[in-house]
């Protein structure tokens, strides 16, 4: 993911009211991130409760766009251990939770959404780049990960295109 400035991040959202964009509380280490290592920008809001925000490249075909979503988490937990929807890690060593977005348009203004299962705190980049164990003789663990990067590169993504309504 290229570096993002705090006025582009601001822009990117396709479900947030001008006063909610106005609002939004940047991750504190946004100036210290190492951008090689996301596929996407996930941090949840200090100041609001259950509130979190996403940044996805890649959405809108070829040219590099932005999409930012506000999520809401769930009130309540899954009953059983959920398996993250985007990085799908068997071994996640975070919760995940069930985050909601109000969809962009008229469709959101209608009171549609959109859900999905996620790390908690959005260690998918973090979870889809550790080497994945050897699952036979001659398997190419590189080869394995570059997969994982581009799975998850491609379903947040479509999640913030489900969202966008694009």
Wanted: some cysteine; hydrophobic content about 40%; proline content about 6%.
């Amino acid at each position: 993911m290229l570096p993002i400035s705090e006025k582009t991040i601001r822009a990117s959202f396709v479900n947030a009211s001008r006063k909610e964009t106005t609002d939004i509380t940047l991750p504190p280490d946004l100036a210290e991130l190492d951008w090689e290592r996301l596929d996407f920008l996930g941090w949840r809001d200090r100041k609001i409760a259950r509130r979190a925000y996403i940044v996805v490249p890649g959405v809108g075909g070829p040219d590099y766009e932005l999409v930012g979503v506000m999520l809401q988490q769930a009130k309540a937990s899954p009953q059983k251990r959920a398996q993250c929807s985007w990085c799908q890690d068997v071994t996640l060593p975070n919760d995940v939770v069930f985050f909601g977005a109000r969809l962009a348009g008229p469709a959101g203004r209608n009171g549609d959404t959109a859900g999905t299962l996620v790390c908690a705190d959005f260690e998918c980049s973090t979870n889809v780049r550790r080497k994945p164990p050897v699952a036979y003789i001659g398997f190419d663990v590189e080869a394995a990960r570059q997969e994982r990067m581009l799975g998850l590169r491609v379903r947040a993504a479509a999640f913030a295109a489900t969202v966008a309504g694009a």
